[in-house]
């Protein structure tokens, strides 16, 4: 008797905690349909005569394109992080100007309604760089979403002080069955040829169970090296031959849309030989094939911030702000062609914050080939951006960087100049195997879609960097200025054009002196996106 009575006073305290568990898992709507509208480049077709014309021209994205990216389904329970995590997938395709997911609830049911704004992909592009006397400019072809399948081409000539590259291009993220992608291109250099294609499964999403890839690359290039600011002459002028095969493959242990944990395998082969130009016109170059087996995983906690402003004027950016951890571990042994046994261990680290106003993440990556012998090269690099948002009028954006190589291969060094660091000096102003860069730009913008077209912004800006020889004097320089920032609000490309006028303060190389200078996104690398 006293067991049963136990018994009922424990179904009966246990009783409402077992209804609190379960109500929630009740009250999850179903998704009962789902609609798609696809936007052309103007919502409203009858503005103009240019914008009917221009809305008959372009073909829009095909709805099973867009469909198959859906990460819900009909007769489904409704999960906001699914629902998110579509809408992200569906901008980082780089062919709509807006996408939006929403849900309506109806006397049927739950519904979900997706809209997506596509952006003007047909893009005959002329740009340039400039920095003084030093011009960088590019003539190209560019179809972001050929006949609406989300299909890449691209053809593109590109002048510059070093050599003319001629470009061609083709990238698609589903060729084959829906799930395999290939990208594709092709370098035809002044003095050289490059090609690179990958066969890839990727992870479509974070709860994705399985991805893998295969890579090619083959270079035949001239390799010019170059010491203390003389950008005229080279030090080094080398020839290259590099052949790379790669194939990886990874599983998640765990997913769900919070994040995951995965791990993988990879293996590769490589050849990768340098000569003088004198000892390879007489005797041509060496062959020497290595190989590399490993194995890596990768941890990330996720979590996504959604501003508009950063690279582009009140477009939607989405901004990664997960924890993201991965190791990875190859072995060279001697016996795949090294000189001696050796491993390769690397390490990578992303996190970021978002705070009142605006959010700041940090990047740091790490790997080395050690032997016997101890470290034979290795790098290190550590990467810092805050970004202030205060109002969708204002932006400041602080950055910082500071990497270190040790025995880089000839070619791979730190090379800053013509835009890449402070953007007031030349090509190849500051080269060698240590770095840093600092800088500050505050953007007012001045209009958001001026005559539906672009963006209008006024900046100021400062920069601090430079790169040398470990053993050698430390070289670097400062610049500050004030500039027009333009970004195209009818094209996916979310970053603005920058024209400045730079006050360049002088250098052991360059003189004191203004400087035009126009460029495209910021001076460092936008690794904030997300992934």
Known sequence: MPRQ?????????????????????????????????????????????????????????????????????????????????????????????DVSIDSVRTDSGLTIAVTTHDGWSTRPDFRFRSTGGSIVYTAALIEDNLLGTATQTQVLYRKDPDRTTTILGFRKRRLIAG???????????????????????????????????????????????????????????????????????????????????????????????????????????????????????????????????????????DIDLSRVVRFSMLLAPRAFGYDRDGIAPGVSVHAGRSFAGGFAVADLAASGLFSSTGLDSGQVYLGLTAVLLPSNRHHVVLHADVGALSRPAPGSEFDLGLGTGPRAFQEHAFTGDRQYTVTAEYRYTVARDFLDVTGIGLAGFVDHGGAWWQGEKRRSGWDAGVGVRLGPSRAPDQEATRIDIARRFATDREPAGWVLVVGKGFTFSTSTRSR
């Not at 009966?12 to 999850?28: F, G, H, I, K």
């Not at 709507?29 to 914008?51: A, E, K, M, Q, Y």
């Open 179 to 317: 799930k395999v992608g290939v990208a594709a291109t092709f370098f035809n250099r002044s003095d050289g040829e490059l090609f690179n294609a990958t066969t890839s499964y990727p992870f479509f999403s974070l709860t994705s169970p399985f991805g893998g890839a295969l890579t090619f690359d083959t270079r035949r290039e001239r390799v010019l090296r170059f010491r203390g600011g003389l950008a005229d002459t080279a030090s080094d002028t080398l020839q290259r031959r590099y052949v790379l095969a790669r194939v990886e493959a990874a599983r998640a242990l765990r997913a769900s849309s919070a994040g995951y944990l995965r791990a993988g395998v990879l293996a590769q082969l490589r050849r990768d030989d340098y000569a003088t130009q004198a000892v390879s016109d007489a005797a041509g170059l060496t062959r020497t094939v290595t190989g590399a087996v490993g194995g890596f995983a990768e941890w990330r906690q996720a979590k996504f911030l959604e501003v508009e402003g950063y690279e582009s004027f009140g477009r939607s950016e």
């Open 5 to 97: 009575a136990l018994r009922t006073a424990l179904i009966l305290l246990l009783a409402p905690w077992s209804v609190v568990a379960q109500a929630p898992a009740d009250t999850v709507p179903v998704v009962s349909r789902i609609t798609l509208d696809r936007r052309n480049i103007f919502d409203d077709d009858g503005r103009s005569w240019i914008t009917r014309i221009v809305n008959r021209l372009h073909i829009r994205t095909q709805a099973a394109v867009i469909r198959r990216e859906f990460l819900f389904s009909e007769g489904e329970p409704y999960d906001s992080a699914r629902v998110a995590e579509t809408e992200r997938n569906l901008r980082r395709f780089g062919i709509f100007r």
